[in-house]
């Protein structure tokens, strides 16, 4: 199995920075992408910032793109997120997942790991 770990959430002013960091452990670890999706109530989770782990690219959503930085420490097993200029339509539950499998990787249903969620809250 694998475990998740997020961190880094919280509550800004608009125009704010959050860095988000999740960090995977687990006896076996084989991953094809990682990465963060999110959730506002009422709404659906969504794709937020990807990476296909064997080859480093990266997908991000189009609202965020310029704004939010995706990286990843492979040493630590750990992926970042940088949000900077959040706004109030940013503010969700962030996830963290990994998927063991390929696919279509910004699609939440090849995930088969998730964290627990961090908050963020972006005020007006």
């Known amino acids: 199995q694998v475990q998740l770990v997020e961190s880094g959430g919280g509550t800004v002013q608009a125009g704010g920075s959050l860095r988000l960091a999740c960090t995977a452990s687990?006896?076996?670890?084989?991953?094809?992408?990682m990465g963060w999706f999110r959730q506002a109530p009422g709404k659906e989770r969504e794709f937020v910032a990807v990476?296909?782990?064997?080859?480093?690219?990266?997908y991000l959503k189009d609202s965020v793109k310029g704004r939010f930085t995706f990286s990843r420490d492979n040493a630590k097993n750990t992926v970042y997120l940088q949000m900077n200029s959040l706004r109030p339509e940013d503010t969700a539950v962030y996830y963290c997942?990994?998927?063991?499998?390929?696919?279509?990787?910004?699609?939440?249903?090849?995930?088969?790991?998730w964290g627990q969620g961090t908050q963020v809250t972006v005020s007006s």
């Open positions: 687990g006896r076996t670890f084989s991953r094809t992408a």
């Open positions: 997942a990994v998927s063991r499998r390929g696919g279509t990787i910004y699609l939440s249903t090849i995930y088969d790991y």
């Open positions: 990476i296909n782990w064997s080859s480093g690219t990266t």
